[in-house]
């Protein structure tokens, strides 16, 4: 099995900074796509940025210029920057990675259990 466990949620106010990390263990061979969605009440998932190996990385438009995602392969995580964040960027933040398993042939797409972020004054 595979696991992805996230922190560093929590409660920041307007133009505040928080830091996500998300872990992933388990049988793992390798893992292509990592990144980080989103979703707010009432509305749907959305992806805020993600990253592969050896190509840059990939934003969402609403948080370019404030949000940086960050890799470190040895230990299977990634990171989230969030800067000069706003009342939007209030929701519940997921972990996501396509992961090729240990004796497997394909890849399989696991999910956090998702944090919580909530910037309010």
């Known amino acids: 099995q595979v696991q992805l466990v996230e922190s560093g949620g929590g409660s920041v106010q307007p133009g505040g900074s928080l830091r996500l990390s998300c872990a992933a263990s388990g049988s793992i061979f390798t893992i292509n796509d990592m990144g980080w969605y989103r979703q707010a009440p009432g509305k749907e998932r959305e992806l805020v940025a993600a990253?592969?190996?050896?190509?840059?990385?990939n934003y969402a438009d609403s948080v370019k210029g404030r949000f940086t995602i960050s890799r470190d392969n040895a230990k299977n995580t990634i990171y989230l920057q969030m800067n000069n964040l706003n009342p939007e960027d209030t929701a519940v933040y997921y972990c996501?990675?396509?992961?090729?398993?240990?004796?497997?042939?394909?890849?399989?797409?696991?999910w956090g259990q998702g944090t919580q972020v909530t910037v309010s004054s």
């Open positions: 996501n990675a396509r992961v090729r398993r240990i004796g497997w042939s394909y890849d399989t797409a696991y």
């Open positions: 990253i592969t190996s050896g190509l840059p990385a």
